[in-house]
């Protein structure tokens, strides 16, 4: 949120004194004795702040998404369950549920969107992960392309497809298996690449540790590795390489 947004609710009665203090201080908390949001978060990184729902109590959450929506105008939520969404939508029919992503989100219908990140998986039992990396990269204002099925066991399928990394500003792959995607990507691509493993795979993959692995010990120059299906933090990253590299700029 802008100053001017700031100033601008306050003058038609949507903030108080009091809020647009804590909304201009940095460190600025709203506290609802069960939860202390993170208001100054938009103001100090560009973001605001993003709901994990898994474990949530349902109360607790519903008024956690209002008041950020009531703040912000928006709201993210990740790792939501359909039965979560079914609660929630009782007092927020606007929000928008993803149930293979887990990403609950009411969006701001002009929010403007620049640059490019590419979103690739290795195969389609990848997808939900890098679904949420796409959700997040999007809400956060970015062009989102994604590719997904083009692992090293048809890699072909990749090579057939390389136009769609023209101009982008960074490159999520996701993988679980061996998790080899990332490195083969990196060595092909002029810009960063965020390897996002999965813990998709056989028994010796132990759940994602062999896919993390291999992009952390990777011989590929330019590869930043998240945590194993981490596809929130993968889609944050590539939010603010994004913004970092064409904010200021016209559209693509």
Do not use: W
């Not at 912000?72 to 979560?84: C, D």
């Not at 969006?107 to 990140?117: A, L």
Request: net charge negative; aromatic share 8%.
């Amino acid at each position: 949120m802008t100053i001017d947004e700031i100033l601008s609710g306050f003058e038609n009665g949507q903030f108080s004194k009091e809020d647009v203090k804590k909304l201009l201080t940095p460190d600025g908390t709203e506290d609802m004795g069960f939860a202390r949001l993170d208001i100054g978060r938009q103001q100090r990184q560009g973001f605001p702040e993003v709901v994990f729902c898994s474990g949530k109590k349902d109360e607790y959450l519903l008024e956690i998404l209002k008041k950020l929506y009531e703040l912000n105008g928006e709201v993210l939520g990740t790792r939501a369950s359909k039965e979560q969404y079914e609660f929630l939508k009782k007092e927020l029919p606007m929000l928008q549920f993803d149930e293979e992503s887990g990403i609950l989100k009411i969006e701001k219908e002009d929010k403007k969107h620049i640059g490019k990140v590419v979103v690739c998986t290795a195969g389609t039992a990848d997808i939900p992960v890098a679904k949420e990396a796409v959700e997040v990269a999007s809400f956060m204002g970015a062009n989102v392309v994604s590719l997904f099925d083009v692992g090293v066991s048809g890699i072909h399928r990749l090579f057939n497809n390389m136009g769609v990394f023209d101009d982008a500003s960074c490159v999520i792959t996701v993988a679980g298996m061996e998790g080899a995607l990332a490195s083969i990507v990196a060595g092909l691509v002029k810009c960063p690449v965020i390897a996002t493993p999965t813990s998709i795979g056989y028994g010796a993959s132990f759940n994602g540790l062999s896919a993390l692995l291999t992009m952390l010990n990777s011989c590929a120059n330019g590869i930043a590795t998240v945590n194993i299906d981490n596809g929130y933090g993968a889609g944050v990253l590539a939010s603010q390489i994004n913004r970092q590299t064409y904010e200021n700029k016209p559209l693509q």
